[in-house]
Each structure stands twice: as structure tokens, then as C-alpha cells.
């Protein structure tokens, strides 16, 4: 079993529609669960942060950790096609980042 | 891409031949880190460094070193390249206490032939 499980999509939605994007995972050592976006040919940018488990809200963007179910989701509410890009969730143990672990992306996309 | 440039952005090389990538950050942060991004595998950690001269090895290190003489850039080096490493490579930075965030740069696109 992977430690980090991220279906890739292409996930396709129409503008405005609720994205809900989801990984799994099986250490239950992590602590620090991150969601990253990334447009075709770029870096990955940090998107959101989250500690251990509870819901965490940025403007259109809210992340979920459910620590005893493993999971974490990416909410995205009315949805632009300038959401459309990879989304990366990632995960790590310790504060350092040496150890951050990434899910395979998903891709999505977002039609005007 | 938080202060991080990486040269060159583009390089196709044939097999066999040294390559070097340069990674340089204006951020002053204490890790640097060297990524390969695949399709089918996502992102993987190839080393990284704590400190000038401190580094350590990743997930997929063989056939890879790398360097640390100035808190500022970080090197790569494919001492043989081979078509397995043809990939794109990430570099990234954190401090301690960055909650396990790292921040990436914008990439280089390398092509083995």
C-alpha cells in the first residue's frame, strides 16, 4: 500500500460547479497536511496548511483533515477556469519538510 | 517561485555525458531540496541539504550527487546521465518550523537522448 493515495482524474467540471478533490493515506504518523497547485510547466505552489485534523478556509478554498479516517479533502466552491491546473496534496511528520510526502496529482479541469 | 532560480531552465544532453543543475535561493532559508517530478510518479525527493556542506540522500539518490559550498545554491549533478533521468527537476527551500511546507522553484526540463 502506498503511503500517499491520490486518484489522478482529469477531473472536468463546469464554471462555478463544487470541486472535491481527496487523498488517502496509511501513516498515521503524519501531522502537517498541505495542498499544492501547480499550472502546466510550473512549480508547485503551496495552496493550503493545515495541522493535524479540523477544517481550514481561504476565500473559495476549505481543507479538511480527518485524521481517525485517514483522509483529507480540498473543497473548492464556485470553481473558475483559472482553477484549472494539478493539485498536489502532500503530508509530512515533522516541521522540517525532509520528510514531506506527495500524492500523484490530481488534474482538473474547469470549463467557462 | 519565493526567491528561487534554477539554471537552466531547458537542457537536452546525450547519454553518458555529466550534467549539472544550479539551484539559487535569496531567502536565506537553511534546507534546499532537489525533487524529480515523473508522470506515474509524481514527485520524488532526490537529496537534500540542512546546511553549507550538510546533505543527506533522498527516496531515488542513485546516480545523483550533490552539492552545498554557500547557504545560497545547491547543485545537482548526473555524473553519467542516463534516459531514466529524463525528468523535470524541482528545486525547493524551507526553513525549520515551516510546518513541513516547502516552497518550490519553477523548474528545469532535462531530456537524456
Known amino acids: 500500500q502506498k503511503e500517499v493515495e491520490q486518484d489522478p482524474g482529469p477531473l472536468s467540471v463546469p464554471e462555478g460547479a463544487i470541486v472535491s478533490l481527496n487523498c488517502t493515506y496509511s501513516?498515521?504518523?503524519?501531522?502537517?497536511f498541505m495542498w499544492y497547485r501547480q499550472y502546466s510547466r510550473k512549480g508547485p505552489e503551496l495552496l493550503m496548511y493545515?495541522?493535524?485534523?479540523g477544517n481550514k478556509e481561504d476565500g473559495r478554498f476549505t481543507a479538511q483533515v480527518d485524521k481517525s479516517s485517514k483522509y483529507i479533502s480540498l473543497f473548492i466552491r464556485d470553481s473558475q477556469p483559472s482553477d484549472s491546473a494539478t493539485y498536489l496534496c502532500a503530508m509530512s511528520f515533522n516541521q522540517a519538510g525532509t520528510a514531506l510526502i506527495f500524492g500523484k496529482g490530481t488534474t482538473l479541469s474547469v470549463s467557462s | 517561485d519565493a526567491g528561487i532560480t534554477q539554471s537552466p531552465r531547458h537542457k537536452v544532453t546525450e547519454t553518458g555525458t555529466p550534467v549539472t543543475l544550479r539551484c539559487h535561493q535569496t531567502e536565506n532559508h537553511r534546507y534546499m531540496y532537489w525533487y524529480r517530478q515523473d508522470p506515474g510518479h509524481g514527485l520524488r525527493l532526490i537529496h537534500y541539504?540542512?546546511?553549507?556542506?550538510?546533505?543527506d540522500k533522498g527516496e531515488v539518490s542513485d546516480g545523483y550527487s550533490v552539492s552545498r559550498s554557500k547557504t545560497e545554491d545547491f547543485l545537482l549533478t548526473l555524473e553519467s546521465a542516463t534516459s531514466s533521468q529524463t525528468s523535470v527537476y524541482f528545486c525547493?527551500?524551507?526553513?525549520?518550523?515551516?510546518?513541513?511546507?516547502?516552497?518550490f522553484g519553477p523548474g528545469t526540463r532535462l531530456t537524456v537522448t
Open positions: 493545515t495541522y493535524s485534523s
Open positions: 525547493a527551500i524551507s526553513d525549520p518550523g515551516s510546518s513541513g511546507t516547502v516552497d
Open positions: 501513516n498515521s504518523a503524519f501531522q502537517y
Open positions: 541539504s540542512y546546511g553549507v556542506k550538510d546533505t
